[in-house]
């Protein structure tokens, strides 16, 4: 009998160790059953059933029979219908008739046959797993742990995967010990027949330039760009590098002052005596100069470069050669897997007495700087051009103000708006003429007087004017003026007071004050004659009036001065 709770802990523990999903554990483990129980029954050909419920433990094993109306023609796999009712009376032909057994049922022959394929089984849903979960990783760099050291390679844990490095995958004479921390680079994943198979390697290319992006910020975020790697590893590598900004110089940020930030990259790659060199090299579409450039630390003097052949004579500097090819070859090596060009390296003393003819350095990289210049300038042209074409596209309908055309046409719902506005306009009119004619008659009347009183001043301007030419002597001036005396003593005896509209109207006339000799005469001269003789009665009367003794009053004002 399975103890349920046994079962369970087994089951759980068995998912957690393995890395394989409760699923997929089920699946090995019903097979298993299932093989075991058909071993146990006679044929591999028998109808079965397995059923597992792993939260409660329990396990069920079935042989089903197909239920026949007539004599079954098997009676391993078929019953007829009268011996299937003794135990299912409402079964019925084409069911099946099922008899059950217990795991304990199950002998011990059978039951090795069930842990052995049990064991098969999760061995492939492993390999399926760890093919899932690598299958992505595939270019990028894992850690792991060294699990043993042999003579031809290393046994790595990686997550709940032990891997194999073979020892040519590993940089030069490196060493490795039992539980040292190890970075590898997933080359490949990949499943046959034996299973799931992941590649590691740390002599990769593809191992130095994920080191170069995890030290170098711009070739991580893209403003440089590695065009090209070439390695030996444990000895030399040359690496071709490329710069989206003119700004950022690639060879520069990559080697860092005082060659910084290429000795963190150089840290990295093993452990052993002799460290890998490694030569950044800036990249150009030119091939003459880069095949030059790839060369380095050789002093390159010149270049003959077939094209079409991918074949260079490169001329380097008397006593370069061994710089150039580099120990074991090395550098002309890795220059032609950098290039992919074949390379003829000849010193210059050589090329003269051979008359190679070929270009010099300086030649190639002046041609190489003016081509840039100008590819430069065409780019800034084209951007230029783009921009223009963009603005016209956006001013594209705009019509100045002055130049505009509008269309008086106007719908039928628009004139039925006008009417109702022009209505209204209409009608608001009417109401205020209506109830403001009074007003209206005013203007009129005001603005007939203000015609009048103009037409009047004007008719008295210029009988000023006749006045100022007829009145010429001055004993008529001086009647005038005593005149006028005369009236203002007759107004303040009266005390007659201006209103306060006629004061406010005053303020805004404007006197035109003119010379007394010049004062036009605003009588007649029959007026005048009368005045004079009124004025001099008035005044005979008061002589009269004044002939008295004042003596009489002497002593009252003595008395009054004391």
């Known amino acids: 009998m399975v103890d349920e709770k046994q079962f369970i802990e087994a089951f759980n523990e068995l998912e ?57 023609e098997d009676d391993f796999l078929e019953i007829n219908l009268e011996d299937a009712r003794k135990k299912y ?25 069930v842990k052995n394929v049990f064991k098969q089984k999760l061995n492939e849903a492993e390999k399926v797993a760890l093919y899932e979960a690598y299958k992505d990783k595939i270019g990028e760099m894992i ?29 030069g004479d490196e060493k490795f010990y039992p539980k040292d921390a190890i970075k590898l680079y997933v080359s490949g994943v990949k499943e046959d027949t034996k299973g799931t198979k992941i590649s590691v390697s740390r002599s990769n290319e593809g191992y130095l330039k994920r080191v170069f992006e995890e030290e170098i910020h711009e070739i991580y975020d893209g403003t440089i760009i590695i065009k090209a790697i070439a390695r030996k590893a444990g000895q030399r590598s040359k690496v071709a590098v490329y710069s989206n900004d003119i700004n950022v110089d690639p060879a520069g940020a ?21 460290k890998e060199k490694v030569d950044v090299i800036e990249y150009c579409n030119d091939d003459a100069l880069f095949v030059m450039e790839s060369l380095k630390p050789a002093v390159v003097v010149g270049i003959d470069i077939n094209k079409e052949n991918k074949t260079a004579t490169v001329i380097i500097a008397d006593g370069n050669s061994n710089v150039a090819f580099g120990k074991k070859m090395v550098n002309k090596e890795l220059s032609e897997r950098l290039t992919g060009y074949k390379l003829t390296l000849i010193e210059e003393s050589e090329a003269k007495e051979k008359q190679i003819s070929y270009q010099s350095y300086e030649e190639v990289e002046r041609a190489f700087t003016d081509a840039k210049q100008k590819a430069v300038e065409e780019l800034l042209a084209k951007q230029e051009k783009e921009n223009h074409e963009k603005i016209l596209h956006n001013t594209q309908g705009y019509v100045a103000p002055n130049q505009r055309h509008y269309d008086d046409t106007i719908s039928e719902e628009e004139k039925e708006i006008l009417e109702e506005v022009v209505d209204k ?11 403001e004619p009074s007003t209206l008659n005013e ?56 209103s306060k509209k006629e004061e406010e109207n005053s303020e805004n006339v404007v006197v035109n004050k003119v010379d007394p000799s010049q004062r036009m005469s605003i009588y007649t001269d029959e007026e005048l004659k009368a005045f004079e003789e009124e004025e001099g009665n008035e005044l005979n009367q008061d002589y009269e009036d004044d002939d008295f003794d004042y003596d009489d009053y002497d002593d009252y004002y003595d008395d009054e001065g004391k």
């Not at 008739?97 to 011990?108: E, M, S």
């Not at 009119?429 to 109830?435: F, H, L, M, R, S």
Request: hydrophobic share 35%; with cysteine; proline share 1%.
């Open 254 to 274: 990559c080697i860092g002052s005082n060659g910084a930030r290429i000795q963190k990259v150089v840290a990295q790659l093993g452990n052993s005596s002799s």
């Open 425 to 435: 306009e209409e009608l608001t009119t009417a109401v205020e003429e209506e109830k």
């Open 443 to 498: 203007e009129l009347s005001t603005s007939e007087e203000t015609k009048d009183v103009a037409k009047q001043e004007e008719n008295e301007l210029e009988d000023e004017k006749t006045a100022v030419k007829t009145t010429t002597t001055l004993a008529d001036l001086e009647k005038e003026l005593a005149l006028e005396s005369q009236k203002a003593k007759s107004n303040q005896s009266k005390g007659k007071k201006k």
């Open 143 to 171: 850690t792991g742990v060294v699990d043993k050291v042999e003579e031809r390679g290393l046994q790595v844990t990686i997550a709940k995967t032990s891997i194999f490095v073979p020892r040519r995958e590993l940089i």
């Open 89 to 113: 009376p409402d079964i019925q032909v084409g069911d099946f008739y099922r008899i059950d057994y217990k795991l304990d049922d199950i002998l011990k022959t059978y039951a090795l046959v």
């Open 16 to 72: 957690i160790k393995s890395g394989i999903s409760k699923d997929a554990i089920l699946n090995a483990l019903k097979e298993a059953l299932d093989k075991g129980l058909k071993k146990q029954l006679g044929g591999d050909d028998a109808y079965t059933e397995v059923k597992i419920d792993s939260e409660n433990g329990k396990i069920s094993l079935s042989q089903l029979k197909k239920v026949v109306a007539g004599e079954e």
